[in-house]
């Protein structure tokens, strides 16, 4: 996996190298002020020239500057730790973890627009800050919400493209596929055949990332009412918004579930460009391939055992930490089990030549604030679902333990020790579709990729 550092972060690197971090500033859009433009479009046809212009000076001014060294370490390692890349939407610390343009998950809870008084940030409030830097009123959010779904209307042919798959293919393969047909309507490359000039190019990009993030909820709930729910399929509903219409159409309806999917969405969103979906969305939009393509390129990269699916590899993902903990409990018979109980399945698995799924990270170095967030969801809508009590107790037992090792870089939980006791309390309980979920959310954090970095 490709772990490297983006120029978006390099303002942490401010006490050590002070051009960097004016390189950093300069690219940026201006950040967490609040915005006037009742809508998104408008809004970037302000941002965007003056954008494209900044970039053009910082090659000028600093086209030279060095941004560190490069060790054969870095390069077998996949470019770990390099500073390689332009990344406007996010940056991730290794102490203090995913900021969304300058922004803690804490702050976007706190100042972006809820659906529900003291409820979640909405999807639409973070792709509106990851695509301009600043923070939408509540009005815009609206606004936005009922763009995207204006713009949902899935065409007959994707679901019948799915329908052309085998029902026992993988949900990844089937909601790809459906992506790969929407392909069919891209703005972008008629206006290219037209011949738009390059300043433009932005303008059908953007008209394509809004087509495509409005239409993947509806694809992707198809795979799920197909695959797991017999192909009785739920329209999506006028009343909702983004991430509610998506858990409504999945035939989730309880308001608890409606506010967690507007969550995980938003922290999913984006998480860097190091990773290998972000990353691959970026490279294959580099030649100008519209964002349909870039996107289903970043969903076969979400597919990887060691991004995303994690579903035939014992180590990694969400989907191996529900298994992991249904294990003990079918170990034990019970949920209900003691610290030395559990301190010595811990040991177990680790013994058996495993790692603890949902601890540790190629970058982080504390506790995931993606962890933690849905922690403090979980504490304040069930906190007495006993797997999330086991959740809980192995957040005690698990860090000493590999601490212990004397080898693991980061002993703490990450955000995959989290979503999938979560979903699964809330009744999707088929791992094998959680990465379909992963994919949905990271159609946001493509869009500033692919808009911006024309
Ligand atoms: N349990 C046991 N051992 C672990 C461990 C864990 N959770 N995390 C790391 N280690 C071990 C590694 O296997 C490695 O051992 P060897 O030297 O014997 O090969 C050693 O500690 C050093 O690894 P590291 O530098 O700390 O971690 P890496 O950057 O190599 O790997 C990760 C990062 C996430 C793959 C690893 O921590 C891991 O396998 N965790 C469990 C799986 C998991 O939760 N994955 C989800 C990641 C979520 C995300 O990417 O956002």
Not at 194 to 218: F, Q
Not at 263 to 292: F, K, M, Q, R
Not at 413 to 431: K, M, Q
Request: aromatic fraction near 10%; include cysteine; charged fraction near 20%.
């Amino acid at each position: 996996m490709a772990f490297f550092r983006s120029i978006a972060a390099l303002s942490k690197l401010r006490s050590r190298v002070g051009q960097q971090s004016n390189i950093a500033n300069s690219v940026r859009l201006l950040q967490t002020q609040t915005t006037s433009n009742l809508d998104l479009y408008s809004e970037l046809k302000e941002l965007i020239p003056e954008y494209q212009e900044r970039v053009k000076k910082v090659k000028k001014d600093y086209g030279t500057v060095q941004l560190g060294n490069t060790t054969v370490d870095m390069v077998i390692g996949g470019m770990r730790g390099m500073t390689a890349l332009l990344w406007l939407g996010s940056s991730v610390d290794p102490d203090e973890g995913i900021r969304f343009r300058g922004m803690t998950i804490p702050d976007c809870q706190k100042k972006l627009p809820a659906a529900i008084p003291g409820g979640e940030p909405m999807p639409e409030a973070i792709l509106w800050l990851l695509l301009t830097g600043k923070i939408p009123s509540k009005q815009q959010v609206d606004s936005l919400s009922q763009e995207l779904r204006s713009r949902a209307t899935v065409p007959d042919y994707a679901f019948k493209t799915i329908d052309a798959l085998p029902v026992s293919a993988h949900p990844m393969t089937q909601f790809a596929t459906g992506v790969m047909a929407l392909q069919t309507q891209s703005e972008f490359q008629k206006a290219y055949e037209s011949g738009i000039s390059k300043s433009r190019y932005w303008e059908p990009t953007y008209e394509d990332c809004m087509n495509l993030i409005a239409r993947v909820p509806a694809v992707a709930a198809y795979v799920y009412r197909r695959i797991y729910k017999d192909g009785k399929i739920i329209p999506l509903d006028d009343s909702l918004d983004y991430g509610a219409n998506y858990s409504h159409m999945l035939g989730f309806d309880d308001p608890k579930m409606l506010d967690f999917m507007r969550l995980y969405i938003t922290i999913h969103s984006d998480h860097e460009g190091g990773n290998v979906s972000s990353h691959t969305a970026h490279l294959v939009a580099s030649p100008l391939s519209d964002p349909y393509l870039a996107f289903a390129a970043a969903l076969n990269g979400l597919a990887g055992p060691l991004h995303g699916l994690a579903n035939q590899v014992i180590n990694v993902g969400t989907l191996e930490v529900l298994r992991w903990i249904r294990s003990i409990v079918a170990e034990f018979g019970t949920p209900h089990i003691s610290t030395d109980q559990l301190k010595d399945y811990v040991y177990k698995t680790l013994n058996s030549g495993q790692v603890i799924p949902g601890y540790g990270h190629g970058v982080l170095r504390k506790t995931d604030p993606r962890y933690t967030c849905q922690r403090e969801f979980a504490l304040k809508h069930l906190p007495d679902d006993p797997l999330f009590l086991l959740v809980s107790k192995l957040k005690e037992v698990v860090p000493p333990i590999l601490t212990e090792l004397g080898k693991v870089k980061n002993p703490w939980p990450n955000v995959d020790a989290h979503s999938g006791v979560l979903l699964n309390y809330f009744g999707l309980t088929e791992e094998n579709y959680f990465t379909v979920l992963f994919g949905v959310s990271r159609s946001f954090g493509i869009a500033p990729q692919v808009c911006l970095a024309l």
